[in-house]
């Protein structure tokens, strides 16, 4: 297992990885409001990774919010100005100042050293927003700072992580981005993480990965009828139509690179036709080469399916199992919750029949 860890200027991504296999979703959540839990955030309908982002950065601004305690993002302070100590007319302090009064960054050697840093004027900006207010040190106040956002990312990280079912001190932490590795220390002491990689050039690490990934296309089809009168000729030619529109795509964006497919079926059960408030999903990855002809599942009692298809360099088919065609309207309605009712309290008094409250 491999949690991957870009922490940039504005916000941080981790994205729990297993067997080497990217974690692909459509239902992916973005802009969660709630702590990161789920269902709070703004659902986005599109094949993507798994990963959950945090208004955490470099260039995260610190300030101290209405119940007098420290709170780092998630406004931010951009590339222009950005953080005070890059000298562009910033003064609100960031997490990179804090980081570098902490003496994690060389102002003498900062990029390469293209580019030096103010660490004076950093000292003052987090003298007069942080320090100065709760009546700390510098030192103390750029700890608070780098302690807070690094609790953020790990309340988001393990909030990630378990609901994929995963222990978040059991993944090997890959660190990168311009303030990944700065901060992956702390951050995997927070996680129980006992072995941190951090690969050269961290950086530019998100470049070469969009340069070296392979192009990938996600194609997705729904087929509704009775399983009784499902033609699988006609599946079939429809997943070699498919297979067809994809490579076609892949030879423009790849030029001689051969296509995988990956094909997905994705069962839905019965009562998620009628009822929405009872679907059920289940994701069944199948082996396929190219143009070989898909089983059809034999476990499916025949109702109602709806097929989709899905696909990336790969690409996928989803199966549903829907209701009969004809069942009673009762059944198909959704439950109505149970009403509570106020209970009656009744209490005898002795020796005298019949009377009660």
Known sequence: EILSFDMGGTTAKACLIRDGLLPLTDELEVARSRRFTKSSGLPVATPAVNMIEIGAGGGSIAVIGPLGIVQVGPESAGAAPGPVCYGGGGSAPTVTDADLVLGYLDPERFAGGTMRLDADAARTALARNIAGPLGLGEVAASWTVHDVVNETMAAAVRMHVTERGGDPSRPVLIAFGGAGPVHVGNLAAKLGIRKVLVPLRAGVLSALGLLLSPAAFDLKRTRKQPLDRLDPHAIRAEIAAMQDAIAARLVEAAPGAPPSFVITLEVISGRAIRCRCRSRRIG??????????????????????????????????????????????????????????????????????????
Do not use: D, E, N
């Not at 898909?294 to 399916?305: D, G, Q, V």
């Open 284 to 357: 069944l990855a199948l082996s396929m080469r190219r143009r070989c002809s898909p089983p059809l599942p034999k476990s499916i009692a025949p109702s109602t399916a709806t097929t989709t298809t899905t696909s990336r360099p790969s690409w996928s088919i989803s199966w549903s199992p829907a209701m009969p065609a004809k069942r009673p309207r009762s059944s198909r309605r959704c439950p109505k919750p149970a009403t509570l009712r106020r209970p009656r309290a009744v209490a005898t008094v002795p020796g005298r029949r019949g009377a009660a409250s």
